[in-house]
């Protein structure tokens, strides 16, 4: 018998706080506890072997007659999720897996919680190789070790995937993140991390808008658009068609739809003509205040901007930088050809990465990449560019062959990136892409937000709805270490309000990439404040619980729920998501089902996981849910739920508030800004007033437009400011209501008196 805490492997099962999780378990599987105090019951999962091979698979058990999720890339850039009950459900390249230690839901047939246990699997890094979980026709979960570089071959195997368990699955897999964090000291959690400003500040990105052939004069466009509707935006993204680039003479052309050349390589740090004051195709402007520092300080002084971002790759471009190019001999860039792994092989073919084996990569030298990325940014930042879209990450897990293997390549440049992020861009301005690989993730100290799922594709009808769920899983695992960014969207689109109210939940930021002129106000308005900031919520959003281990995209039946926190209330968006998702068999997103049926759910305010640890002191449960669409007020006793209904591609929010019982009888729970996707994060300051019978309530409040609040008795009266304003009750519905004005200051906060 091997122990952790709370786990072992006795009679060949593997047995996690009692329950049998892993039957037939293989003799040279080991189980080792964590050094030191770990942060919840776990143990390291590793085996006994000749510790010899660049790429290796290990059986460790049986997966049988229990619900699963888990998250695995689907192609070298991205994950996403599969649910299942047996273990050759399990695709390749699986990171992160969440088992359910007993059969059937975990809630009972009066909505009550029961007490499931969720057991959460995550391969991790150990030395120079990587870990991953697998599946195999004997229903066997395996783990797959591999270096990247055939001469990396020593291992020691014994602390391969951390395994952990509890009642509750956010908390599991928090502390499970923690004690990686702690053992391997390459990464810190999200907790940790500054978190950049763009977020809170609506943007615009310019890649939809022009893709690669984004001119400066086109940014000034997209940016005046949006002012003159109200919206203006407070960050901008200037993304790939900025930089010098360039095909190899005897490079083989590959163009995307969108205009991308996967065949350029970078020629110089500076900017191209298009972002050069009077400039022309084959000159270069060597004077700085000609170049991207005249595009930025103009569009900083006439548009109010806060925040310039610019995209660039890992690599430099998308095929590298270009070997001895003029002023670029330094990096010593070498012409690499990208190796996949078996697993990453298997998955969906790319034509970026297609484009790479056939020309090749100029890889700069590993000792060099800090020279490179400070040179780069030094310079933006001169020109006075706050941070970086760093995009096709995962390459580097190609490239390991020669360099020691992909860890330790991939750790290299992840410190280098960082390093000069931080001597450079001090709100720590980065955003990471296409990064969904354990290689990066743990070794990601400072990074904090990550892009969280493939594109959004607005021409690609089977996308949107497997976007939206394909984010929010994803979330579970990779927002332990990073804020997930849910991408750009266009306001003018058939799902422009759907894929709105999910970035609305998301607790990310919210950018679109609109063409000028071609914006929905009203949709919009639902989302930023006039002031161009927005009502972000607290968390990464997730799945709800009874989410987990359903499957929104294929089984016919089931809602997508994500829930998230504000500073007093929750917020919970629900999806119908059916009729396509990523076909295993196809390699690639197909609609199954071209017109899925209506499907009923139900919403409860135990929906949103943590709502307790912001509710008040002595709340037992009493909750009121607004709906965004409806306009409906509900109060929920503790545990009671509402049945919902949506056809196929709808949606809706719901904003879930804490019942107070006051010193006066009244009930009373404020909602927020309601006319907003997330009303309940307008609230940034709640006291109750409860000594004797006062009845007051103090809040302070962000933004304009109607405020509403349940209260079980009509408001003696209400102040904004000091001064007594008017209101407006329904005495059906006890929806107060008041209007608020466009203040004159951006981020202030209204004080708001209601006495009951």
């Keep these: 018998m091997t ?21 037939d378990v293989h003799e040279n599987v080991v189980v080792t506890q964590p050094n030191g105090e770990a942060f919840t019951n776990g143990a390291f999962l590793g085996v006994n072997s000749d510790r010899v091979g660049s790429h290796r698979v290990f059986p460790i058990g049986k997966l049988q007659g229990l619900r699963f999720m888990c998250g695995f890339r689907f192609k070298l850039w991205w994950m996403t999720q599969r649910m299942g009950r047996c273990g050759q459900d399990i695709p390749f390249e699986t990171q992160f897996l969440v088992v359910e230690g007993n059969d059937g839901s975990n809630f009972d047939q009066e909505n009550q919680e029961t007490s499931a246990l969720y057991v959460v699997f995550l391969p991790i890094l150990e030395g120079d190789f990587r ?35 509890g009642l509750d699955p956010f908390d599991v897999i928090t502390n499970a993140v923690k004690t990686v964090e702690r053992h391997l000291r390459t990464f810190c959690h999200r907790d940790r991390k500054k978190m950049p400003d763009m977020l809170n500040w609506f943007g615009w990105c310019t890649w939809d808008a022009f893709y690669t052939t984004v001119t400066s004069e086109g940014v000034k466009q997209g940016l005046e658009s949006l002012e003159k509707g109200g919206i203006p935006p407070k960050f901008v993204l200037i993304d790939d068609g900025w930089q010098s680039v360039a095909m190899d003479p005897n490079g083989i052309e ?6 991308a050349n996967f065949a350029n390589r970078l020629t110089h740090i500076k900017e191209n003509h298009k972002f050069q004051k009077n400039g022309k195709e084959g000159h270069r402007v060597n004077d700085p205040a000609m170049g991207l520092r005249h595009v930025v300080a103009n569009i900083k002084d006439q548009h109010d901007l806060k925040y310039v971002y610019v995209w660039h790759a890992l690599a430099g471009y998308w095929g590298g930088i270009r070997p001895g190019v003029p002023g670029m001999e330094h990096y010593e860039s070498k012409l690499s050809f990208p190796v996949s792994s078996p697993g990453a092989e298997s998955q969906e073919p790319d034509d ?6 056939k020309n090749g990569l100029g890889l700069m030298n590993p000792e060099k990449v800090y020279n490179f990325y400070n040179e780069l940014h030094s310079y933006l930042s001169s020109a006075g560019i706050d941070g970086v879209k760093v995009d096709v990450q995962n390459i580097l897990e190609t490239l390991g062959a020669g360099h020691g293997g992909r860890v330790k ?74 804020q997930p960014d849910w991408d750009m969207f266009h306001s003018v689109h058939p799902m422009a309000e759907y894929h709105g109210a999910a970035r609305a939940i998301g607790g990310c ?37 009874d989410c987990l281990f359903s499957d929104p995209a294929r089984d016919g039946i089931t809602l997508l729920k994500i829930w998230n926190l504000n500073d007093f209330n929750g917020v919970v968006g629900v999806f119908n998501c059916q009729g396509a998702g990523w076909c295993k068999v196809g390699k690639k997103n197909l609609i199954h089902d071209c017109q899925p049926g209506m499907i009923t759910g139900i919403i409860r305010a135990s929906d949103v996981n943590y709502l307790p640890r912001v509710a008040h002191d ?18 929920l006793p503790r545990n ?15 904003t879930v508030v804490p019942i107070k019982e006051m010193s006066t009888e009244s009930r009373f729970a404020p909602i927020g800004l309601v006319n907003m996707f997330n009303s309940g994060g307008a609230i940034k300051e709640l006291k109750y007033e409860t000594e004797g019978r006062s009845g007051l309530i103090s809040m302070k409040v962000r933004g304009c437009g109607t405020f509403g609040a349940y209260s079980s008795t009509k408001p003696k009266r209400i102040q904004v400011d000091n001064e007594e304003v008017q209101f407006h009750y329904d005495e059906s519905s006890e929806l107060v209501t008041i209007s608020l004005r466009v203040p004159e200051k951006d981020l202030y906060l209204w004080d708001l008196i209601v006495e009951v």
């Design 618 to 635: 002595g709340w037992i449960g009493d909750a009121i849910l607004y709906s965004h669409l409806h306009r409906d007020l509900v109060c």
């Design 131 to 165: 870990a991953v979980l697998q599946g195999n026709s004997n229903d066997e979960l395996e783990i797959c070790l591999e270096s990247g570089d055939p001469a990396v071959q020593d291992f020691e195997g014994s602390h391969l995937v951390y395994v952990a368990a």
């Design 640 to 654: 009671a739920s509402i049945p919902i209904t949506l056809n196929a591609r709808e949606y809706e929010v719901f």
């Design 409 to 482: 390549l991939a750790r290299k440049y992840h410190q280098a990136l960082e390093a000069s992020i931080a001597r450079n861009f001090p709100d720590n301005g980065i955003i990471s892409c296409m990064s969904h690989s354990n290689d990066s993730l743990f070794s990601a100290k400072r990074s904090a937000v990550i892009r969280a799922s493939d594109d959004f594709w607005p021409r690609d009808p089977a996308s949107h709805t497997i976007h939206i769920a394909s984010v929010a899983y994803n979330t579970i695992f990779l927002g332990e270490f990073m």
């Design 254 to 259: 590959s163009i995307a739809d969108n205009h």
């Design 352 to 357: 970026a990465l297609d484009s790479l084996i």
């Design 3 to 23: 122990v952790g805490a709370g786990i072992c492997v006795a009679e060949r099962k593997l047995n996690v706080l009692g329950q049998s999780i892993l039957t």
């Design 509 to 545: 930021a919210i950018y679109v990439s609109d063409k000028p002129g071609q914006h929905d106000f009203n949709l919009l308005k639902k989302l930023v404040l006039p002031d161009g900031s927005i009502l972000r919520a607290k968390l990464p959003g997730r799945p709800t619980r």
